[in-house]
């Protein structure tokens, strides 16, 4: 929209207002064209009004006041949700740094540790897990733990179900006294009197468990406590060993067969020392192969604990809000709240020149059109428009 002042002496002067005009641009542009005279400063000062989004066309769609208004309310609920993330962000931000921390912590922990390993052999040896020395123990632990498992049902079958009786019928048919290692018929036999003959090894696996337990208290009486122990467990073994030969020998005496006291007897002692002996060499083997392990499981949980703080971390950086994603919507938000056009800013000026330049054809009007076919290449250069649809933010905010 147009309005004129008064006549200058030389020459009329024409201001143009801020006001949207909706108008066919061809006929606008050559309407106003004749009533300036086709004059260049007035062509650029409408250049400028259409690039402001004053001067548009009758296709013009932009923002309404209802909708500027809506976007200034969703540009504040914005801003409220960015500052809140913002300060979640930054509360997470301390953690993972927190715990970027104790990861570096650990990972120096496990280095000093291989470099205390790598300066003394004799301390790589005591605390370094070997696979060679875990395995030995797992085999032979097995096979010991088989013989003590027939060995004391055996043991306990011969001195509480075998009475030195039927020791006498198995002399007086030529079997003999049997072997302390029962045949498979012996302990189905053994069974056949009392199944729960199978639970008497696991009482000697426990004294094992208990020995292990014992040696790794710090109490300053542990040692005292394993001499009870080991006397405990010796003693039951001298019974069960006394209970079989005076058995044995008793049945003898019965034969009319010569007899011979506990403490001459190697049959005694070779059942004695076949359970304690061997029951001592199982705890001990037992002892060092829990101790083999928990010499992997030094560095295995610090991994470990590495491991969970970077899975912490890895949670904490999924929960964090991308503030960039809200900054843009505001932005974008804050621009649509400004916007007073949408359009081709290309085809507009060169619909309204069209008309402009269309009332400057006749001859005596060359020079000044010219001059608005240079104003315009000029003006689309340094206004850099472009074809396509493009949003124009309202300079005058």
């Known amino acids: 929209m147009m309005t004129k002042t008064s006549k200058a002496p030389e ?11 909706r108008v066919n641009l061809y006929d606008f542009g050559y309407e106003q064209s004749g009533t300036v005279k086709g004059d260049p400063d007035m ?23 209802e909708e500027r208004v809506e976007r200034v309310k969703q540009v504040k609920e914005l801003e409220k949700e960015l500052e809140e993330a913002e300060k979640t962000n930054e509360q997470f931000d301390q953690d993972i740094k927190k715990k970027e921390g104790e990861i570096d912590e650990y990972r120096q922990e496990m280095l000093n540790i291989r470099e205390i390993r790598a300066k003394d052999n004799e301390k790589l040896k005591a ?28 043991a306990a079958y011969k001195a509480l179900y075998v009475d030195f009786e039927g020791i006498a019928e198995s002399i007086a048919e030529g079997v003999g006294v049997g072997s302390i290692m029962p045949g498979a018929y012996e302990l189905s036999e ?34 005292i406590f394993l001499t009870l122990l080991i006397t405990v467990t010796f003693m ?14 008793s049945a003898k005496e019965l034969m009319g067969l010569a007899t011979i006291p ?12 076949l359970g304690f002996l061997v029951y001592i060499i199982w705890s001990i083997l037992f002892d060092s192969l829990l101790r083999e392990w928990d010499k992997r499981h030094i560095t295995g949980n610090l991994k470990k604990i590495i491991k969970h703080l970077e899975r912490d971390i890895k949670t904490l950086r999924s929960r964090r809000t991308d ?46 059109k010219e001059s608005c076919l240079i104003l315009k290449k000029e003006f689309e250069e340094k206004n850099d428009i472009k074809k396509g649809i493009v949003k124009v933010a309202n300079k005058r905010r």
Do not use: C
């Not at 030995?136 to 010991?144: G, W, Y």
């Not at 729960?196 to 790794?216: D, K, M, N, R, T």
């Not at 932005?331 to 009332?359: C, H, P, T």
């Open 11 to 21: 020459n009329d002067m024409v201001r143009v207002t801020h006001h949207v005009d």
């Open 43 to 65: 062509y650029i000062a409408y250049l400028d009004r259409i690039v402001n989004g004053d001067l548009v066309d009758t296709k013009y769609h932009g923002f309404s006041d």
């Open 127 to 154: 605390e370094s897990f070997s696979v060679v020395k875990f395995s030995i123990n797992v085999f032979l632990l097995v096979m010991l733990s088989v013989y003590l498992f027939f060995f004391y049902i055996s």
């Open 190 to 223: 053994a069974l056949q009197f009392n199944y729960l003959l199978l639970l008497v090894p696991f009482v000697f696996y426990a004294f094992g468990w208990a020995f292990h337990i014992l040696l790794e208290l710090k109490s300053k009486y542990k040692f």
């Open 236 to 249: 039951v073994d001298f019974l069960l060993a006394l209970i079989i030969h005076n058995n044995t020998e």
């Open 262 to 273: 506990w403490s001459q007897s190697s049959t005694f002692y070779i059942i004695l020392f």
């Open 323 to 368: 503030t960039v994603v809200l900054q843009n919507k505001i932005n974008d938000y804050r621009e649509d709240a400004s916007v007073v056009m949408y359009g081709d800013l290309k085809r507009y000026i060169d619909q309204f020149s069209s008309g402009w330049i269309s009332y400057l054809s006749p001859a005596n009007m060359k020079d000044v």
